[in-house]
């Protein structure tokens, strides 16, 4: 039987074509395995759908979101937007939401309150750049302590990951991503924002941190700046394909669930961060 329930009453700001959906069916179509269940990966690859997953009841310990969602192969979001800078429609994450789940399920198996939030593939604006959006909505409408935003980088960024807090003060990004790093047994390159609102960065080795500049900040992401205004710490950690993309598009990546995991016991670490 479906476990997809339509939130019929949430409000849809100016944005009528965003679908609101509860999932409540499993993620992986075998326990033993991370292959997506069929259900769950249609609506990933689907546009102007709100995925929204819950466990436990709220105050969450985390909220994961993912909002520039898209299926493999689609490289534009948006396309029906226009940017205050003019630029019509917007880059995607593809399948962003593969190492988002990895994290979202291993917390489930420790037993943390969480919620995960995928904005599929929306047409007709960016999901964290409009407070009313009904991806920021719903981000925002139970309580939590953390907001940690999944996203992508293209094949060519210098290093595999990019953690930065924007503008949040209450997000440390250098603490997280030198734990991260450690968890990942520094097998990936991976860089960190040094303080909220700069762009300057530490790339953290085994043996070394490096001074470097992060290429997207995240200094005018309006999520993190609405998390910083509600008390709530917030990063943005951006990977390349290799954590997003698999041979078999119904399954996470090696790296991905790899990465998933790592962030998963860092969140586990940090308490209440």
């Given at each position: 039987?479906?476990?997809?329930m ?6 849809k700001s100016?944005?009528?074509n965003?679908?609101i959906?509860i999932y ?10 991370k292959?997506y ?5 249609g609506?990933l ?14 105050p969450f310990?985390?909220v994961?979101?993912?909002p520039?969602?898209?299926?493999v ?7 029906n ?5 003019g630029?019509?429609?917007r ?13 979202f399920?291993?917390l ?12 599929a593939?929306?047409t ?12 920021c909505k ?10 940690l935003e999944?996203?992508?980088?293209g094949e ?9 807090a924007?503008?949040?003060?209450l997000?440390?990004?250098l603490?997280?991503?030198?734990q ?24 953290i080795?085994?043996d070394?941190?490096?001074?470097t500049?992060?290429?997207?900040p ?14 709530i710490?917030?990063l ?7 954590f ?11 790296d991905?669930?790899i990465l998933?995991n790592a ?10 961060l």
């Amino acid at each position: 039987m479906s476990r997809l329930m339509k939130n019929e009453g949430c409000p849809k700001s100016n944005y009528m074509n965003m679908d609101i959906n509860i999932y409540k069916g499993q993620i992986w179509k075998k326990s033993s395995s991370k292959v997506y269940s069929p259900e769950l990966l249609g609506l990933l690859e689907s546009k102007d759908a709100l995925v929204i997953l819950k466990n436990g009841e709220p105050p969450f310990h985390v909220v994961i979101g993912v909002p520039h969602q898209a299926a493999v192969g689609v490289t534009t979001i948006a396309e029906n937007w226009t940017n205050p800078r003019g630029r019509k429609g917007r880059d995607s994450d593809e399948n962003a939401a593969s190492f988002a789940l990895a994290v979202f399920s291993e917390l489930c198996d420790q037993k943390i309150p969480c919620k995960l939030v995928i904005a599929a593939h929306s047409t007709d604006h960016d999901p964290n750049k409009d407070a009313n959006s009904p991806y920021c909505k719903e981000v925002f409408s139970e309580k939590t302590h953390f907001l940690l935003e999944c996203h992508g980088a293209g094949e060519q960024r210098k290093q595999d990951i990019e953690i930065s807090a924007g503008t949040n003060s209450l997000g440390n990004a250098l603490d997280f991503g030198r734990q991260l790093a450690t968890k990942l047994n520094y097998q990936y390159s991976l860089s960190a924002q040094i303080e909220a609102g700069s762009n300057k960065a530490k790339s953290i080795s085994k043996d070394k941190e490096i001074d470097t500049t992060l290429v997207l900040p995240a200094l005018e992401t309006t999520s993190l700046i609405q998390a910083e205004k509600r008390e709530i710490a917030a990063l943005h950690l951006e990977a390349k394909p290799r954590f997003r993309i698999s041979e078999n598009d119904d399954s996470i990546s090696a790296d991905g669930l790899i990465l998933g995991n790592a962030i998963a016991e860092v969140i586990l670490l940090k308490g209440n961060l």
